[in-house]
């Protein structure tokens, strides 16, 4: 088990390399990622998600859907609450891209890709729930923290957002059963397709502008990628197991959690004048270091599963 999850994970470093060779060479530029972003978040992430909701309803099948809902959102509660108990920093600025980035994984980016090699569709469909409560909790307390003012948040931001208007139409199509013909069905899938290598590819970019070695240095920057990467994970984990979850909804739960730091911290750290460069060494070094411990962490939940 853990040689096919290192190998999924090694597949997708080699993508993030290419991205860094890209970059190295001048041929990946900051516009072309600025756009490369937009067009991940805008159109291939939802297109991913309602490609995994093209299905017939099946009243199992909500149910484990809820289940996972309910196991999101706990684990966000933990993670912000954890976050705040463990790591403070006499600069605010800091301490805000040390929180942001040990509650918020990149659940999107990172994970899909496996959550698609390894569990298939049904990853995905359950990874559509994560998704859902990263992103109302990204744009509500998530910019409320970064920002240090509550002025910055707005219902609106929260609720048109694509991953959220991917998730609604998806449910729409299975809660119907809405058949969905093939002419618009392999436009889906073809977009969905492109989740796997241009967010490798942004990754590879933003770790060659990343310091790694004025990370590593960084205790408090080494404390929130160890919570991320491992203590947060494990305990959901086990709380996750002893609530009964076990299967597929507990790996693609390990898979979720289990990801590096969420690249949007980069991007709201830079929007609302946090610790940028400290939020590009975590995202960095986290990436790098959940190539080891994330083959570790969905090789025991598929082992407990």
């Known amino acids: 088990m853990f040689v096919n999850v290192l190998t999924q994970v090694v597949i997708l470093f080699i993508l993030i390399m290419l991205g860094a060779a890209l970059t190295k060479s001048g041929i990946l530029t900051e516009s072309g990622v600025t756009s490369i972003t937009d067009t991940v978040l805008m159109l291939v992430t939802p297109c991913l998600i309602i490609k995994s909701f093209i ?3 099946d009243k199992s099948l909500l149910k484990e859907l809820v289940i996972s809902f309910a196991i999101a959102v ?4 933990g993670f912000i609450i954890l976050s705040r108990l463990l790591l403070h920093s006499k600069e605010k600025s800091v301490e805000r891209v040390l929180r942001f980035g040990a509650v918020f994984s990149n659940c999107g980016y990172m994970s ?3 959550q698609q090699s390894i569990l298939g569709d049904m990853g995905v469909f359950y990874a559509a729930s994560f998704i859902a409560i990263f ?3 990204a744009w509500s307390y998530g ?5 240090g003012d509550k002025k910055y948040f707005t219902p609106k931001k929260l609720l048109i957002n694509p991953g ?5 139409v998806g449910l729409v199509i299975f809660l119907f059963s809405i058949p969905v013909p093939k002419v618009l069905s392999e436009p889906i899938s073809y977009i969905a397709a492109l989740n796997t290598p241009l967010p490798m590819i942004i990754i590879g970019y933003h770790l060659t502008k990343s310091n790694l070695f004025a990370g590593l240095k960084n205790a408090k920057c080494m404390l929130a990628i ?4 491992v203590i947060l994970p494990l305990l959901v984990l086990g709380v996750a197991y002893l609530f009964g979850i076990r299967g597929d909804m507990l790996v693609s739960t390990a898979i ?3 990801a590096p730091i969420a690249a949007i911290t980069t991007m709201f750290a830079y929007k609302f004048s946090a610790d940028t460069s400290l939020s590009v060494n975590m995202v960095s070094l986290s990436t790098v270091f959940s190539l080891i411990t994330m083959p570790c962490i969905i090789t025991f939940a598929q082992y407990i599963a």
């Open 55 to 57: 299905r017939p309803f």
């Open 74 to 77: 706990l684990a966000h509660v």
């Open 112 to 114: 899909l890709p496996l």
């Open 135 to 137: 992103n109302l909790f």
């Open 143 to 147: 910019i409320i923290l970064i920002s």
């Open 164 to 168: 959220l208007i991917g998730i609604a």
């Open 226 to 229: 160890l919570l991320r990467l």
């Open 256 to 258: 979720s959690c289990s």
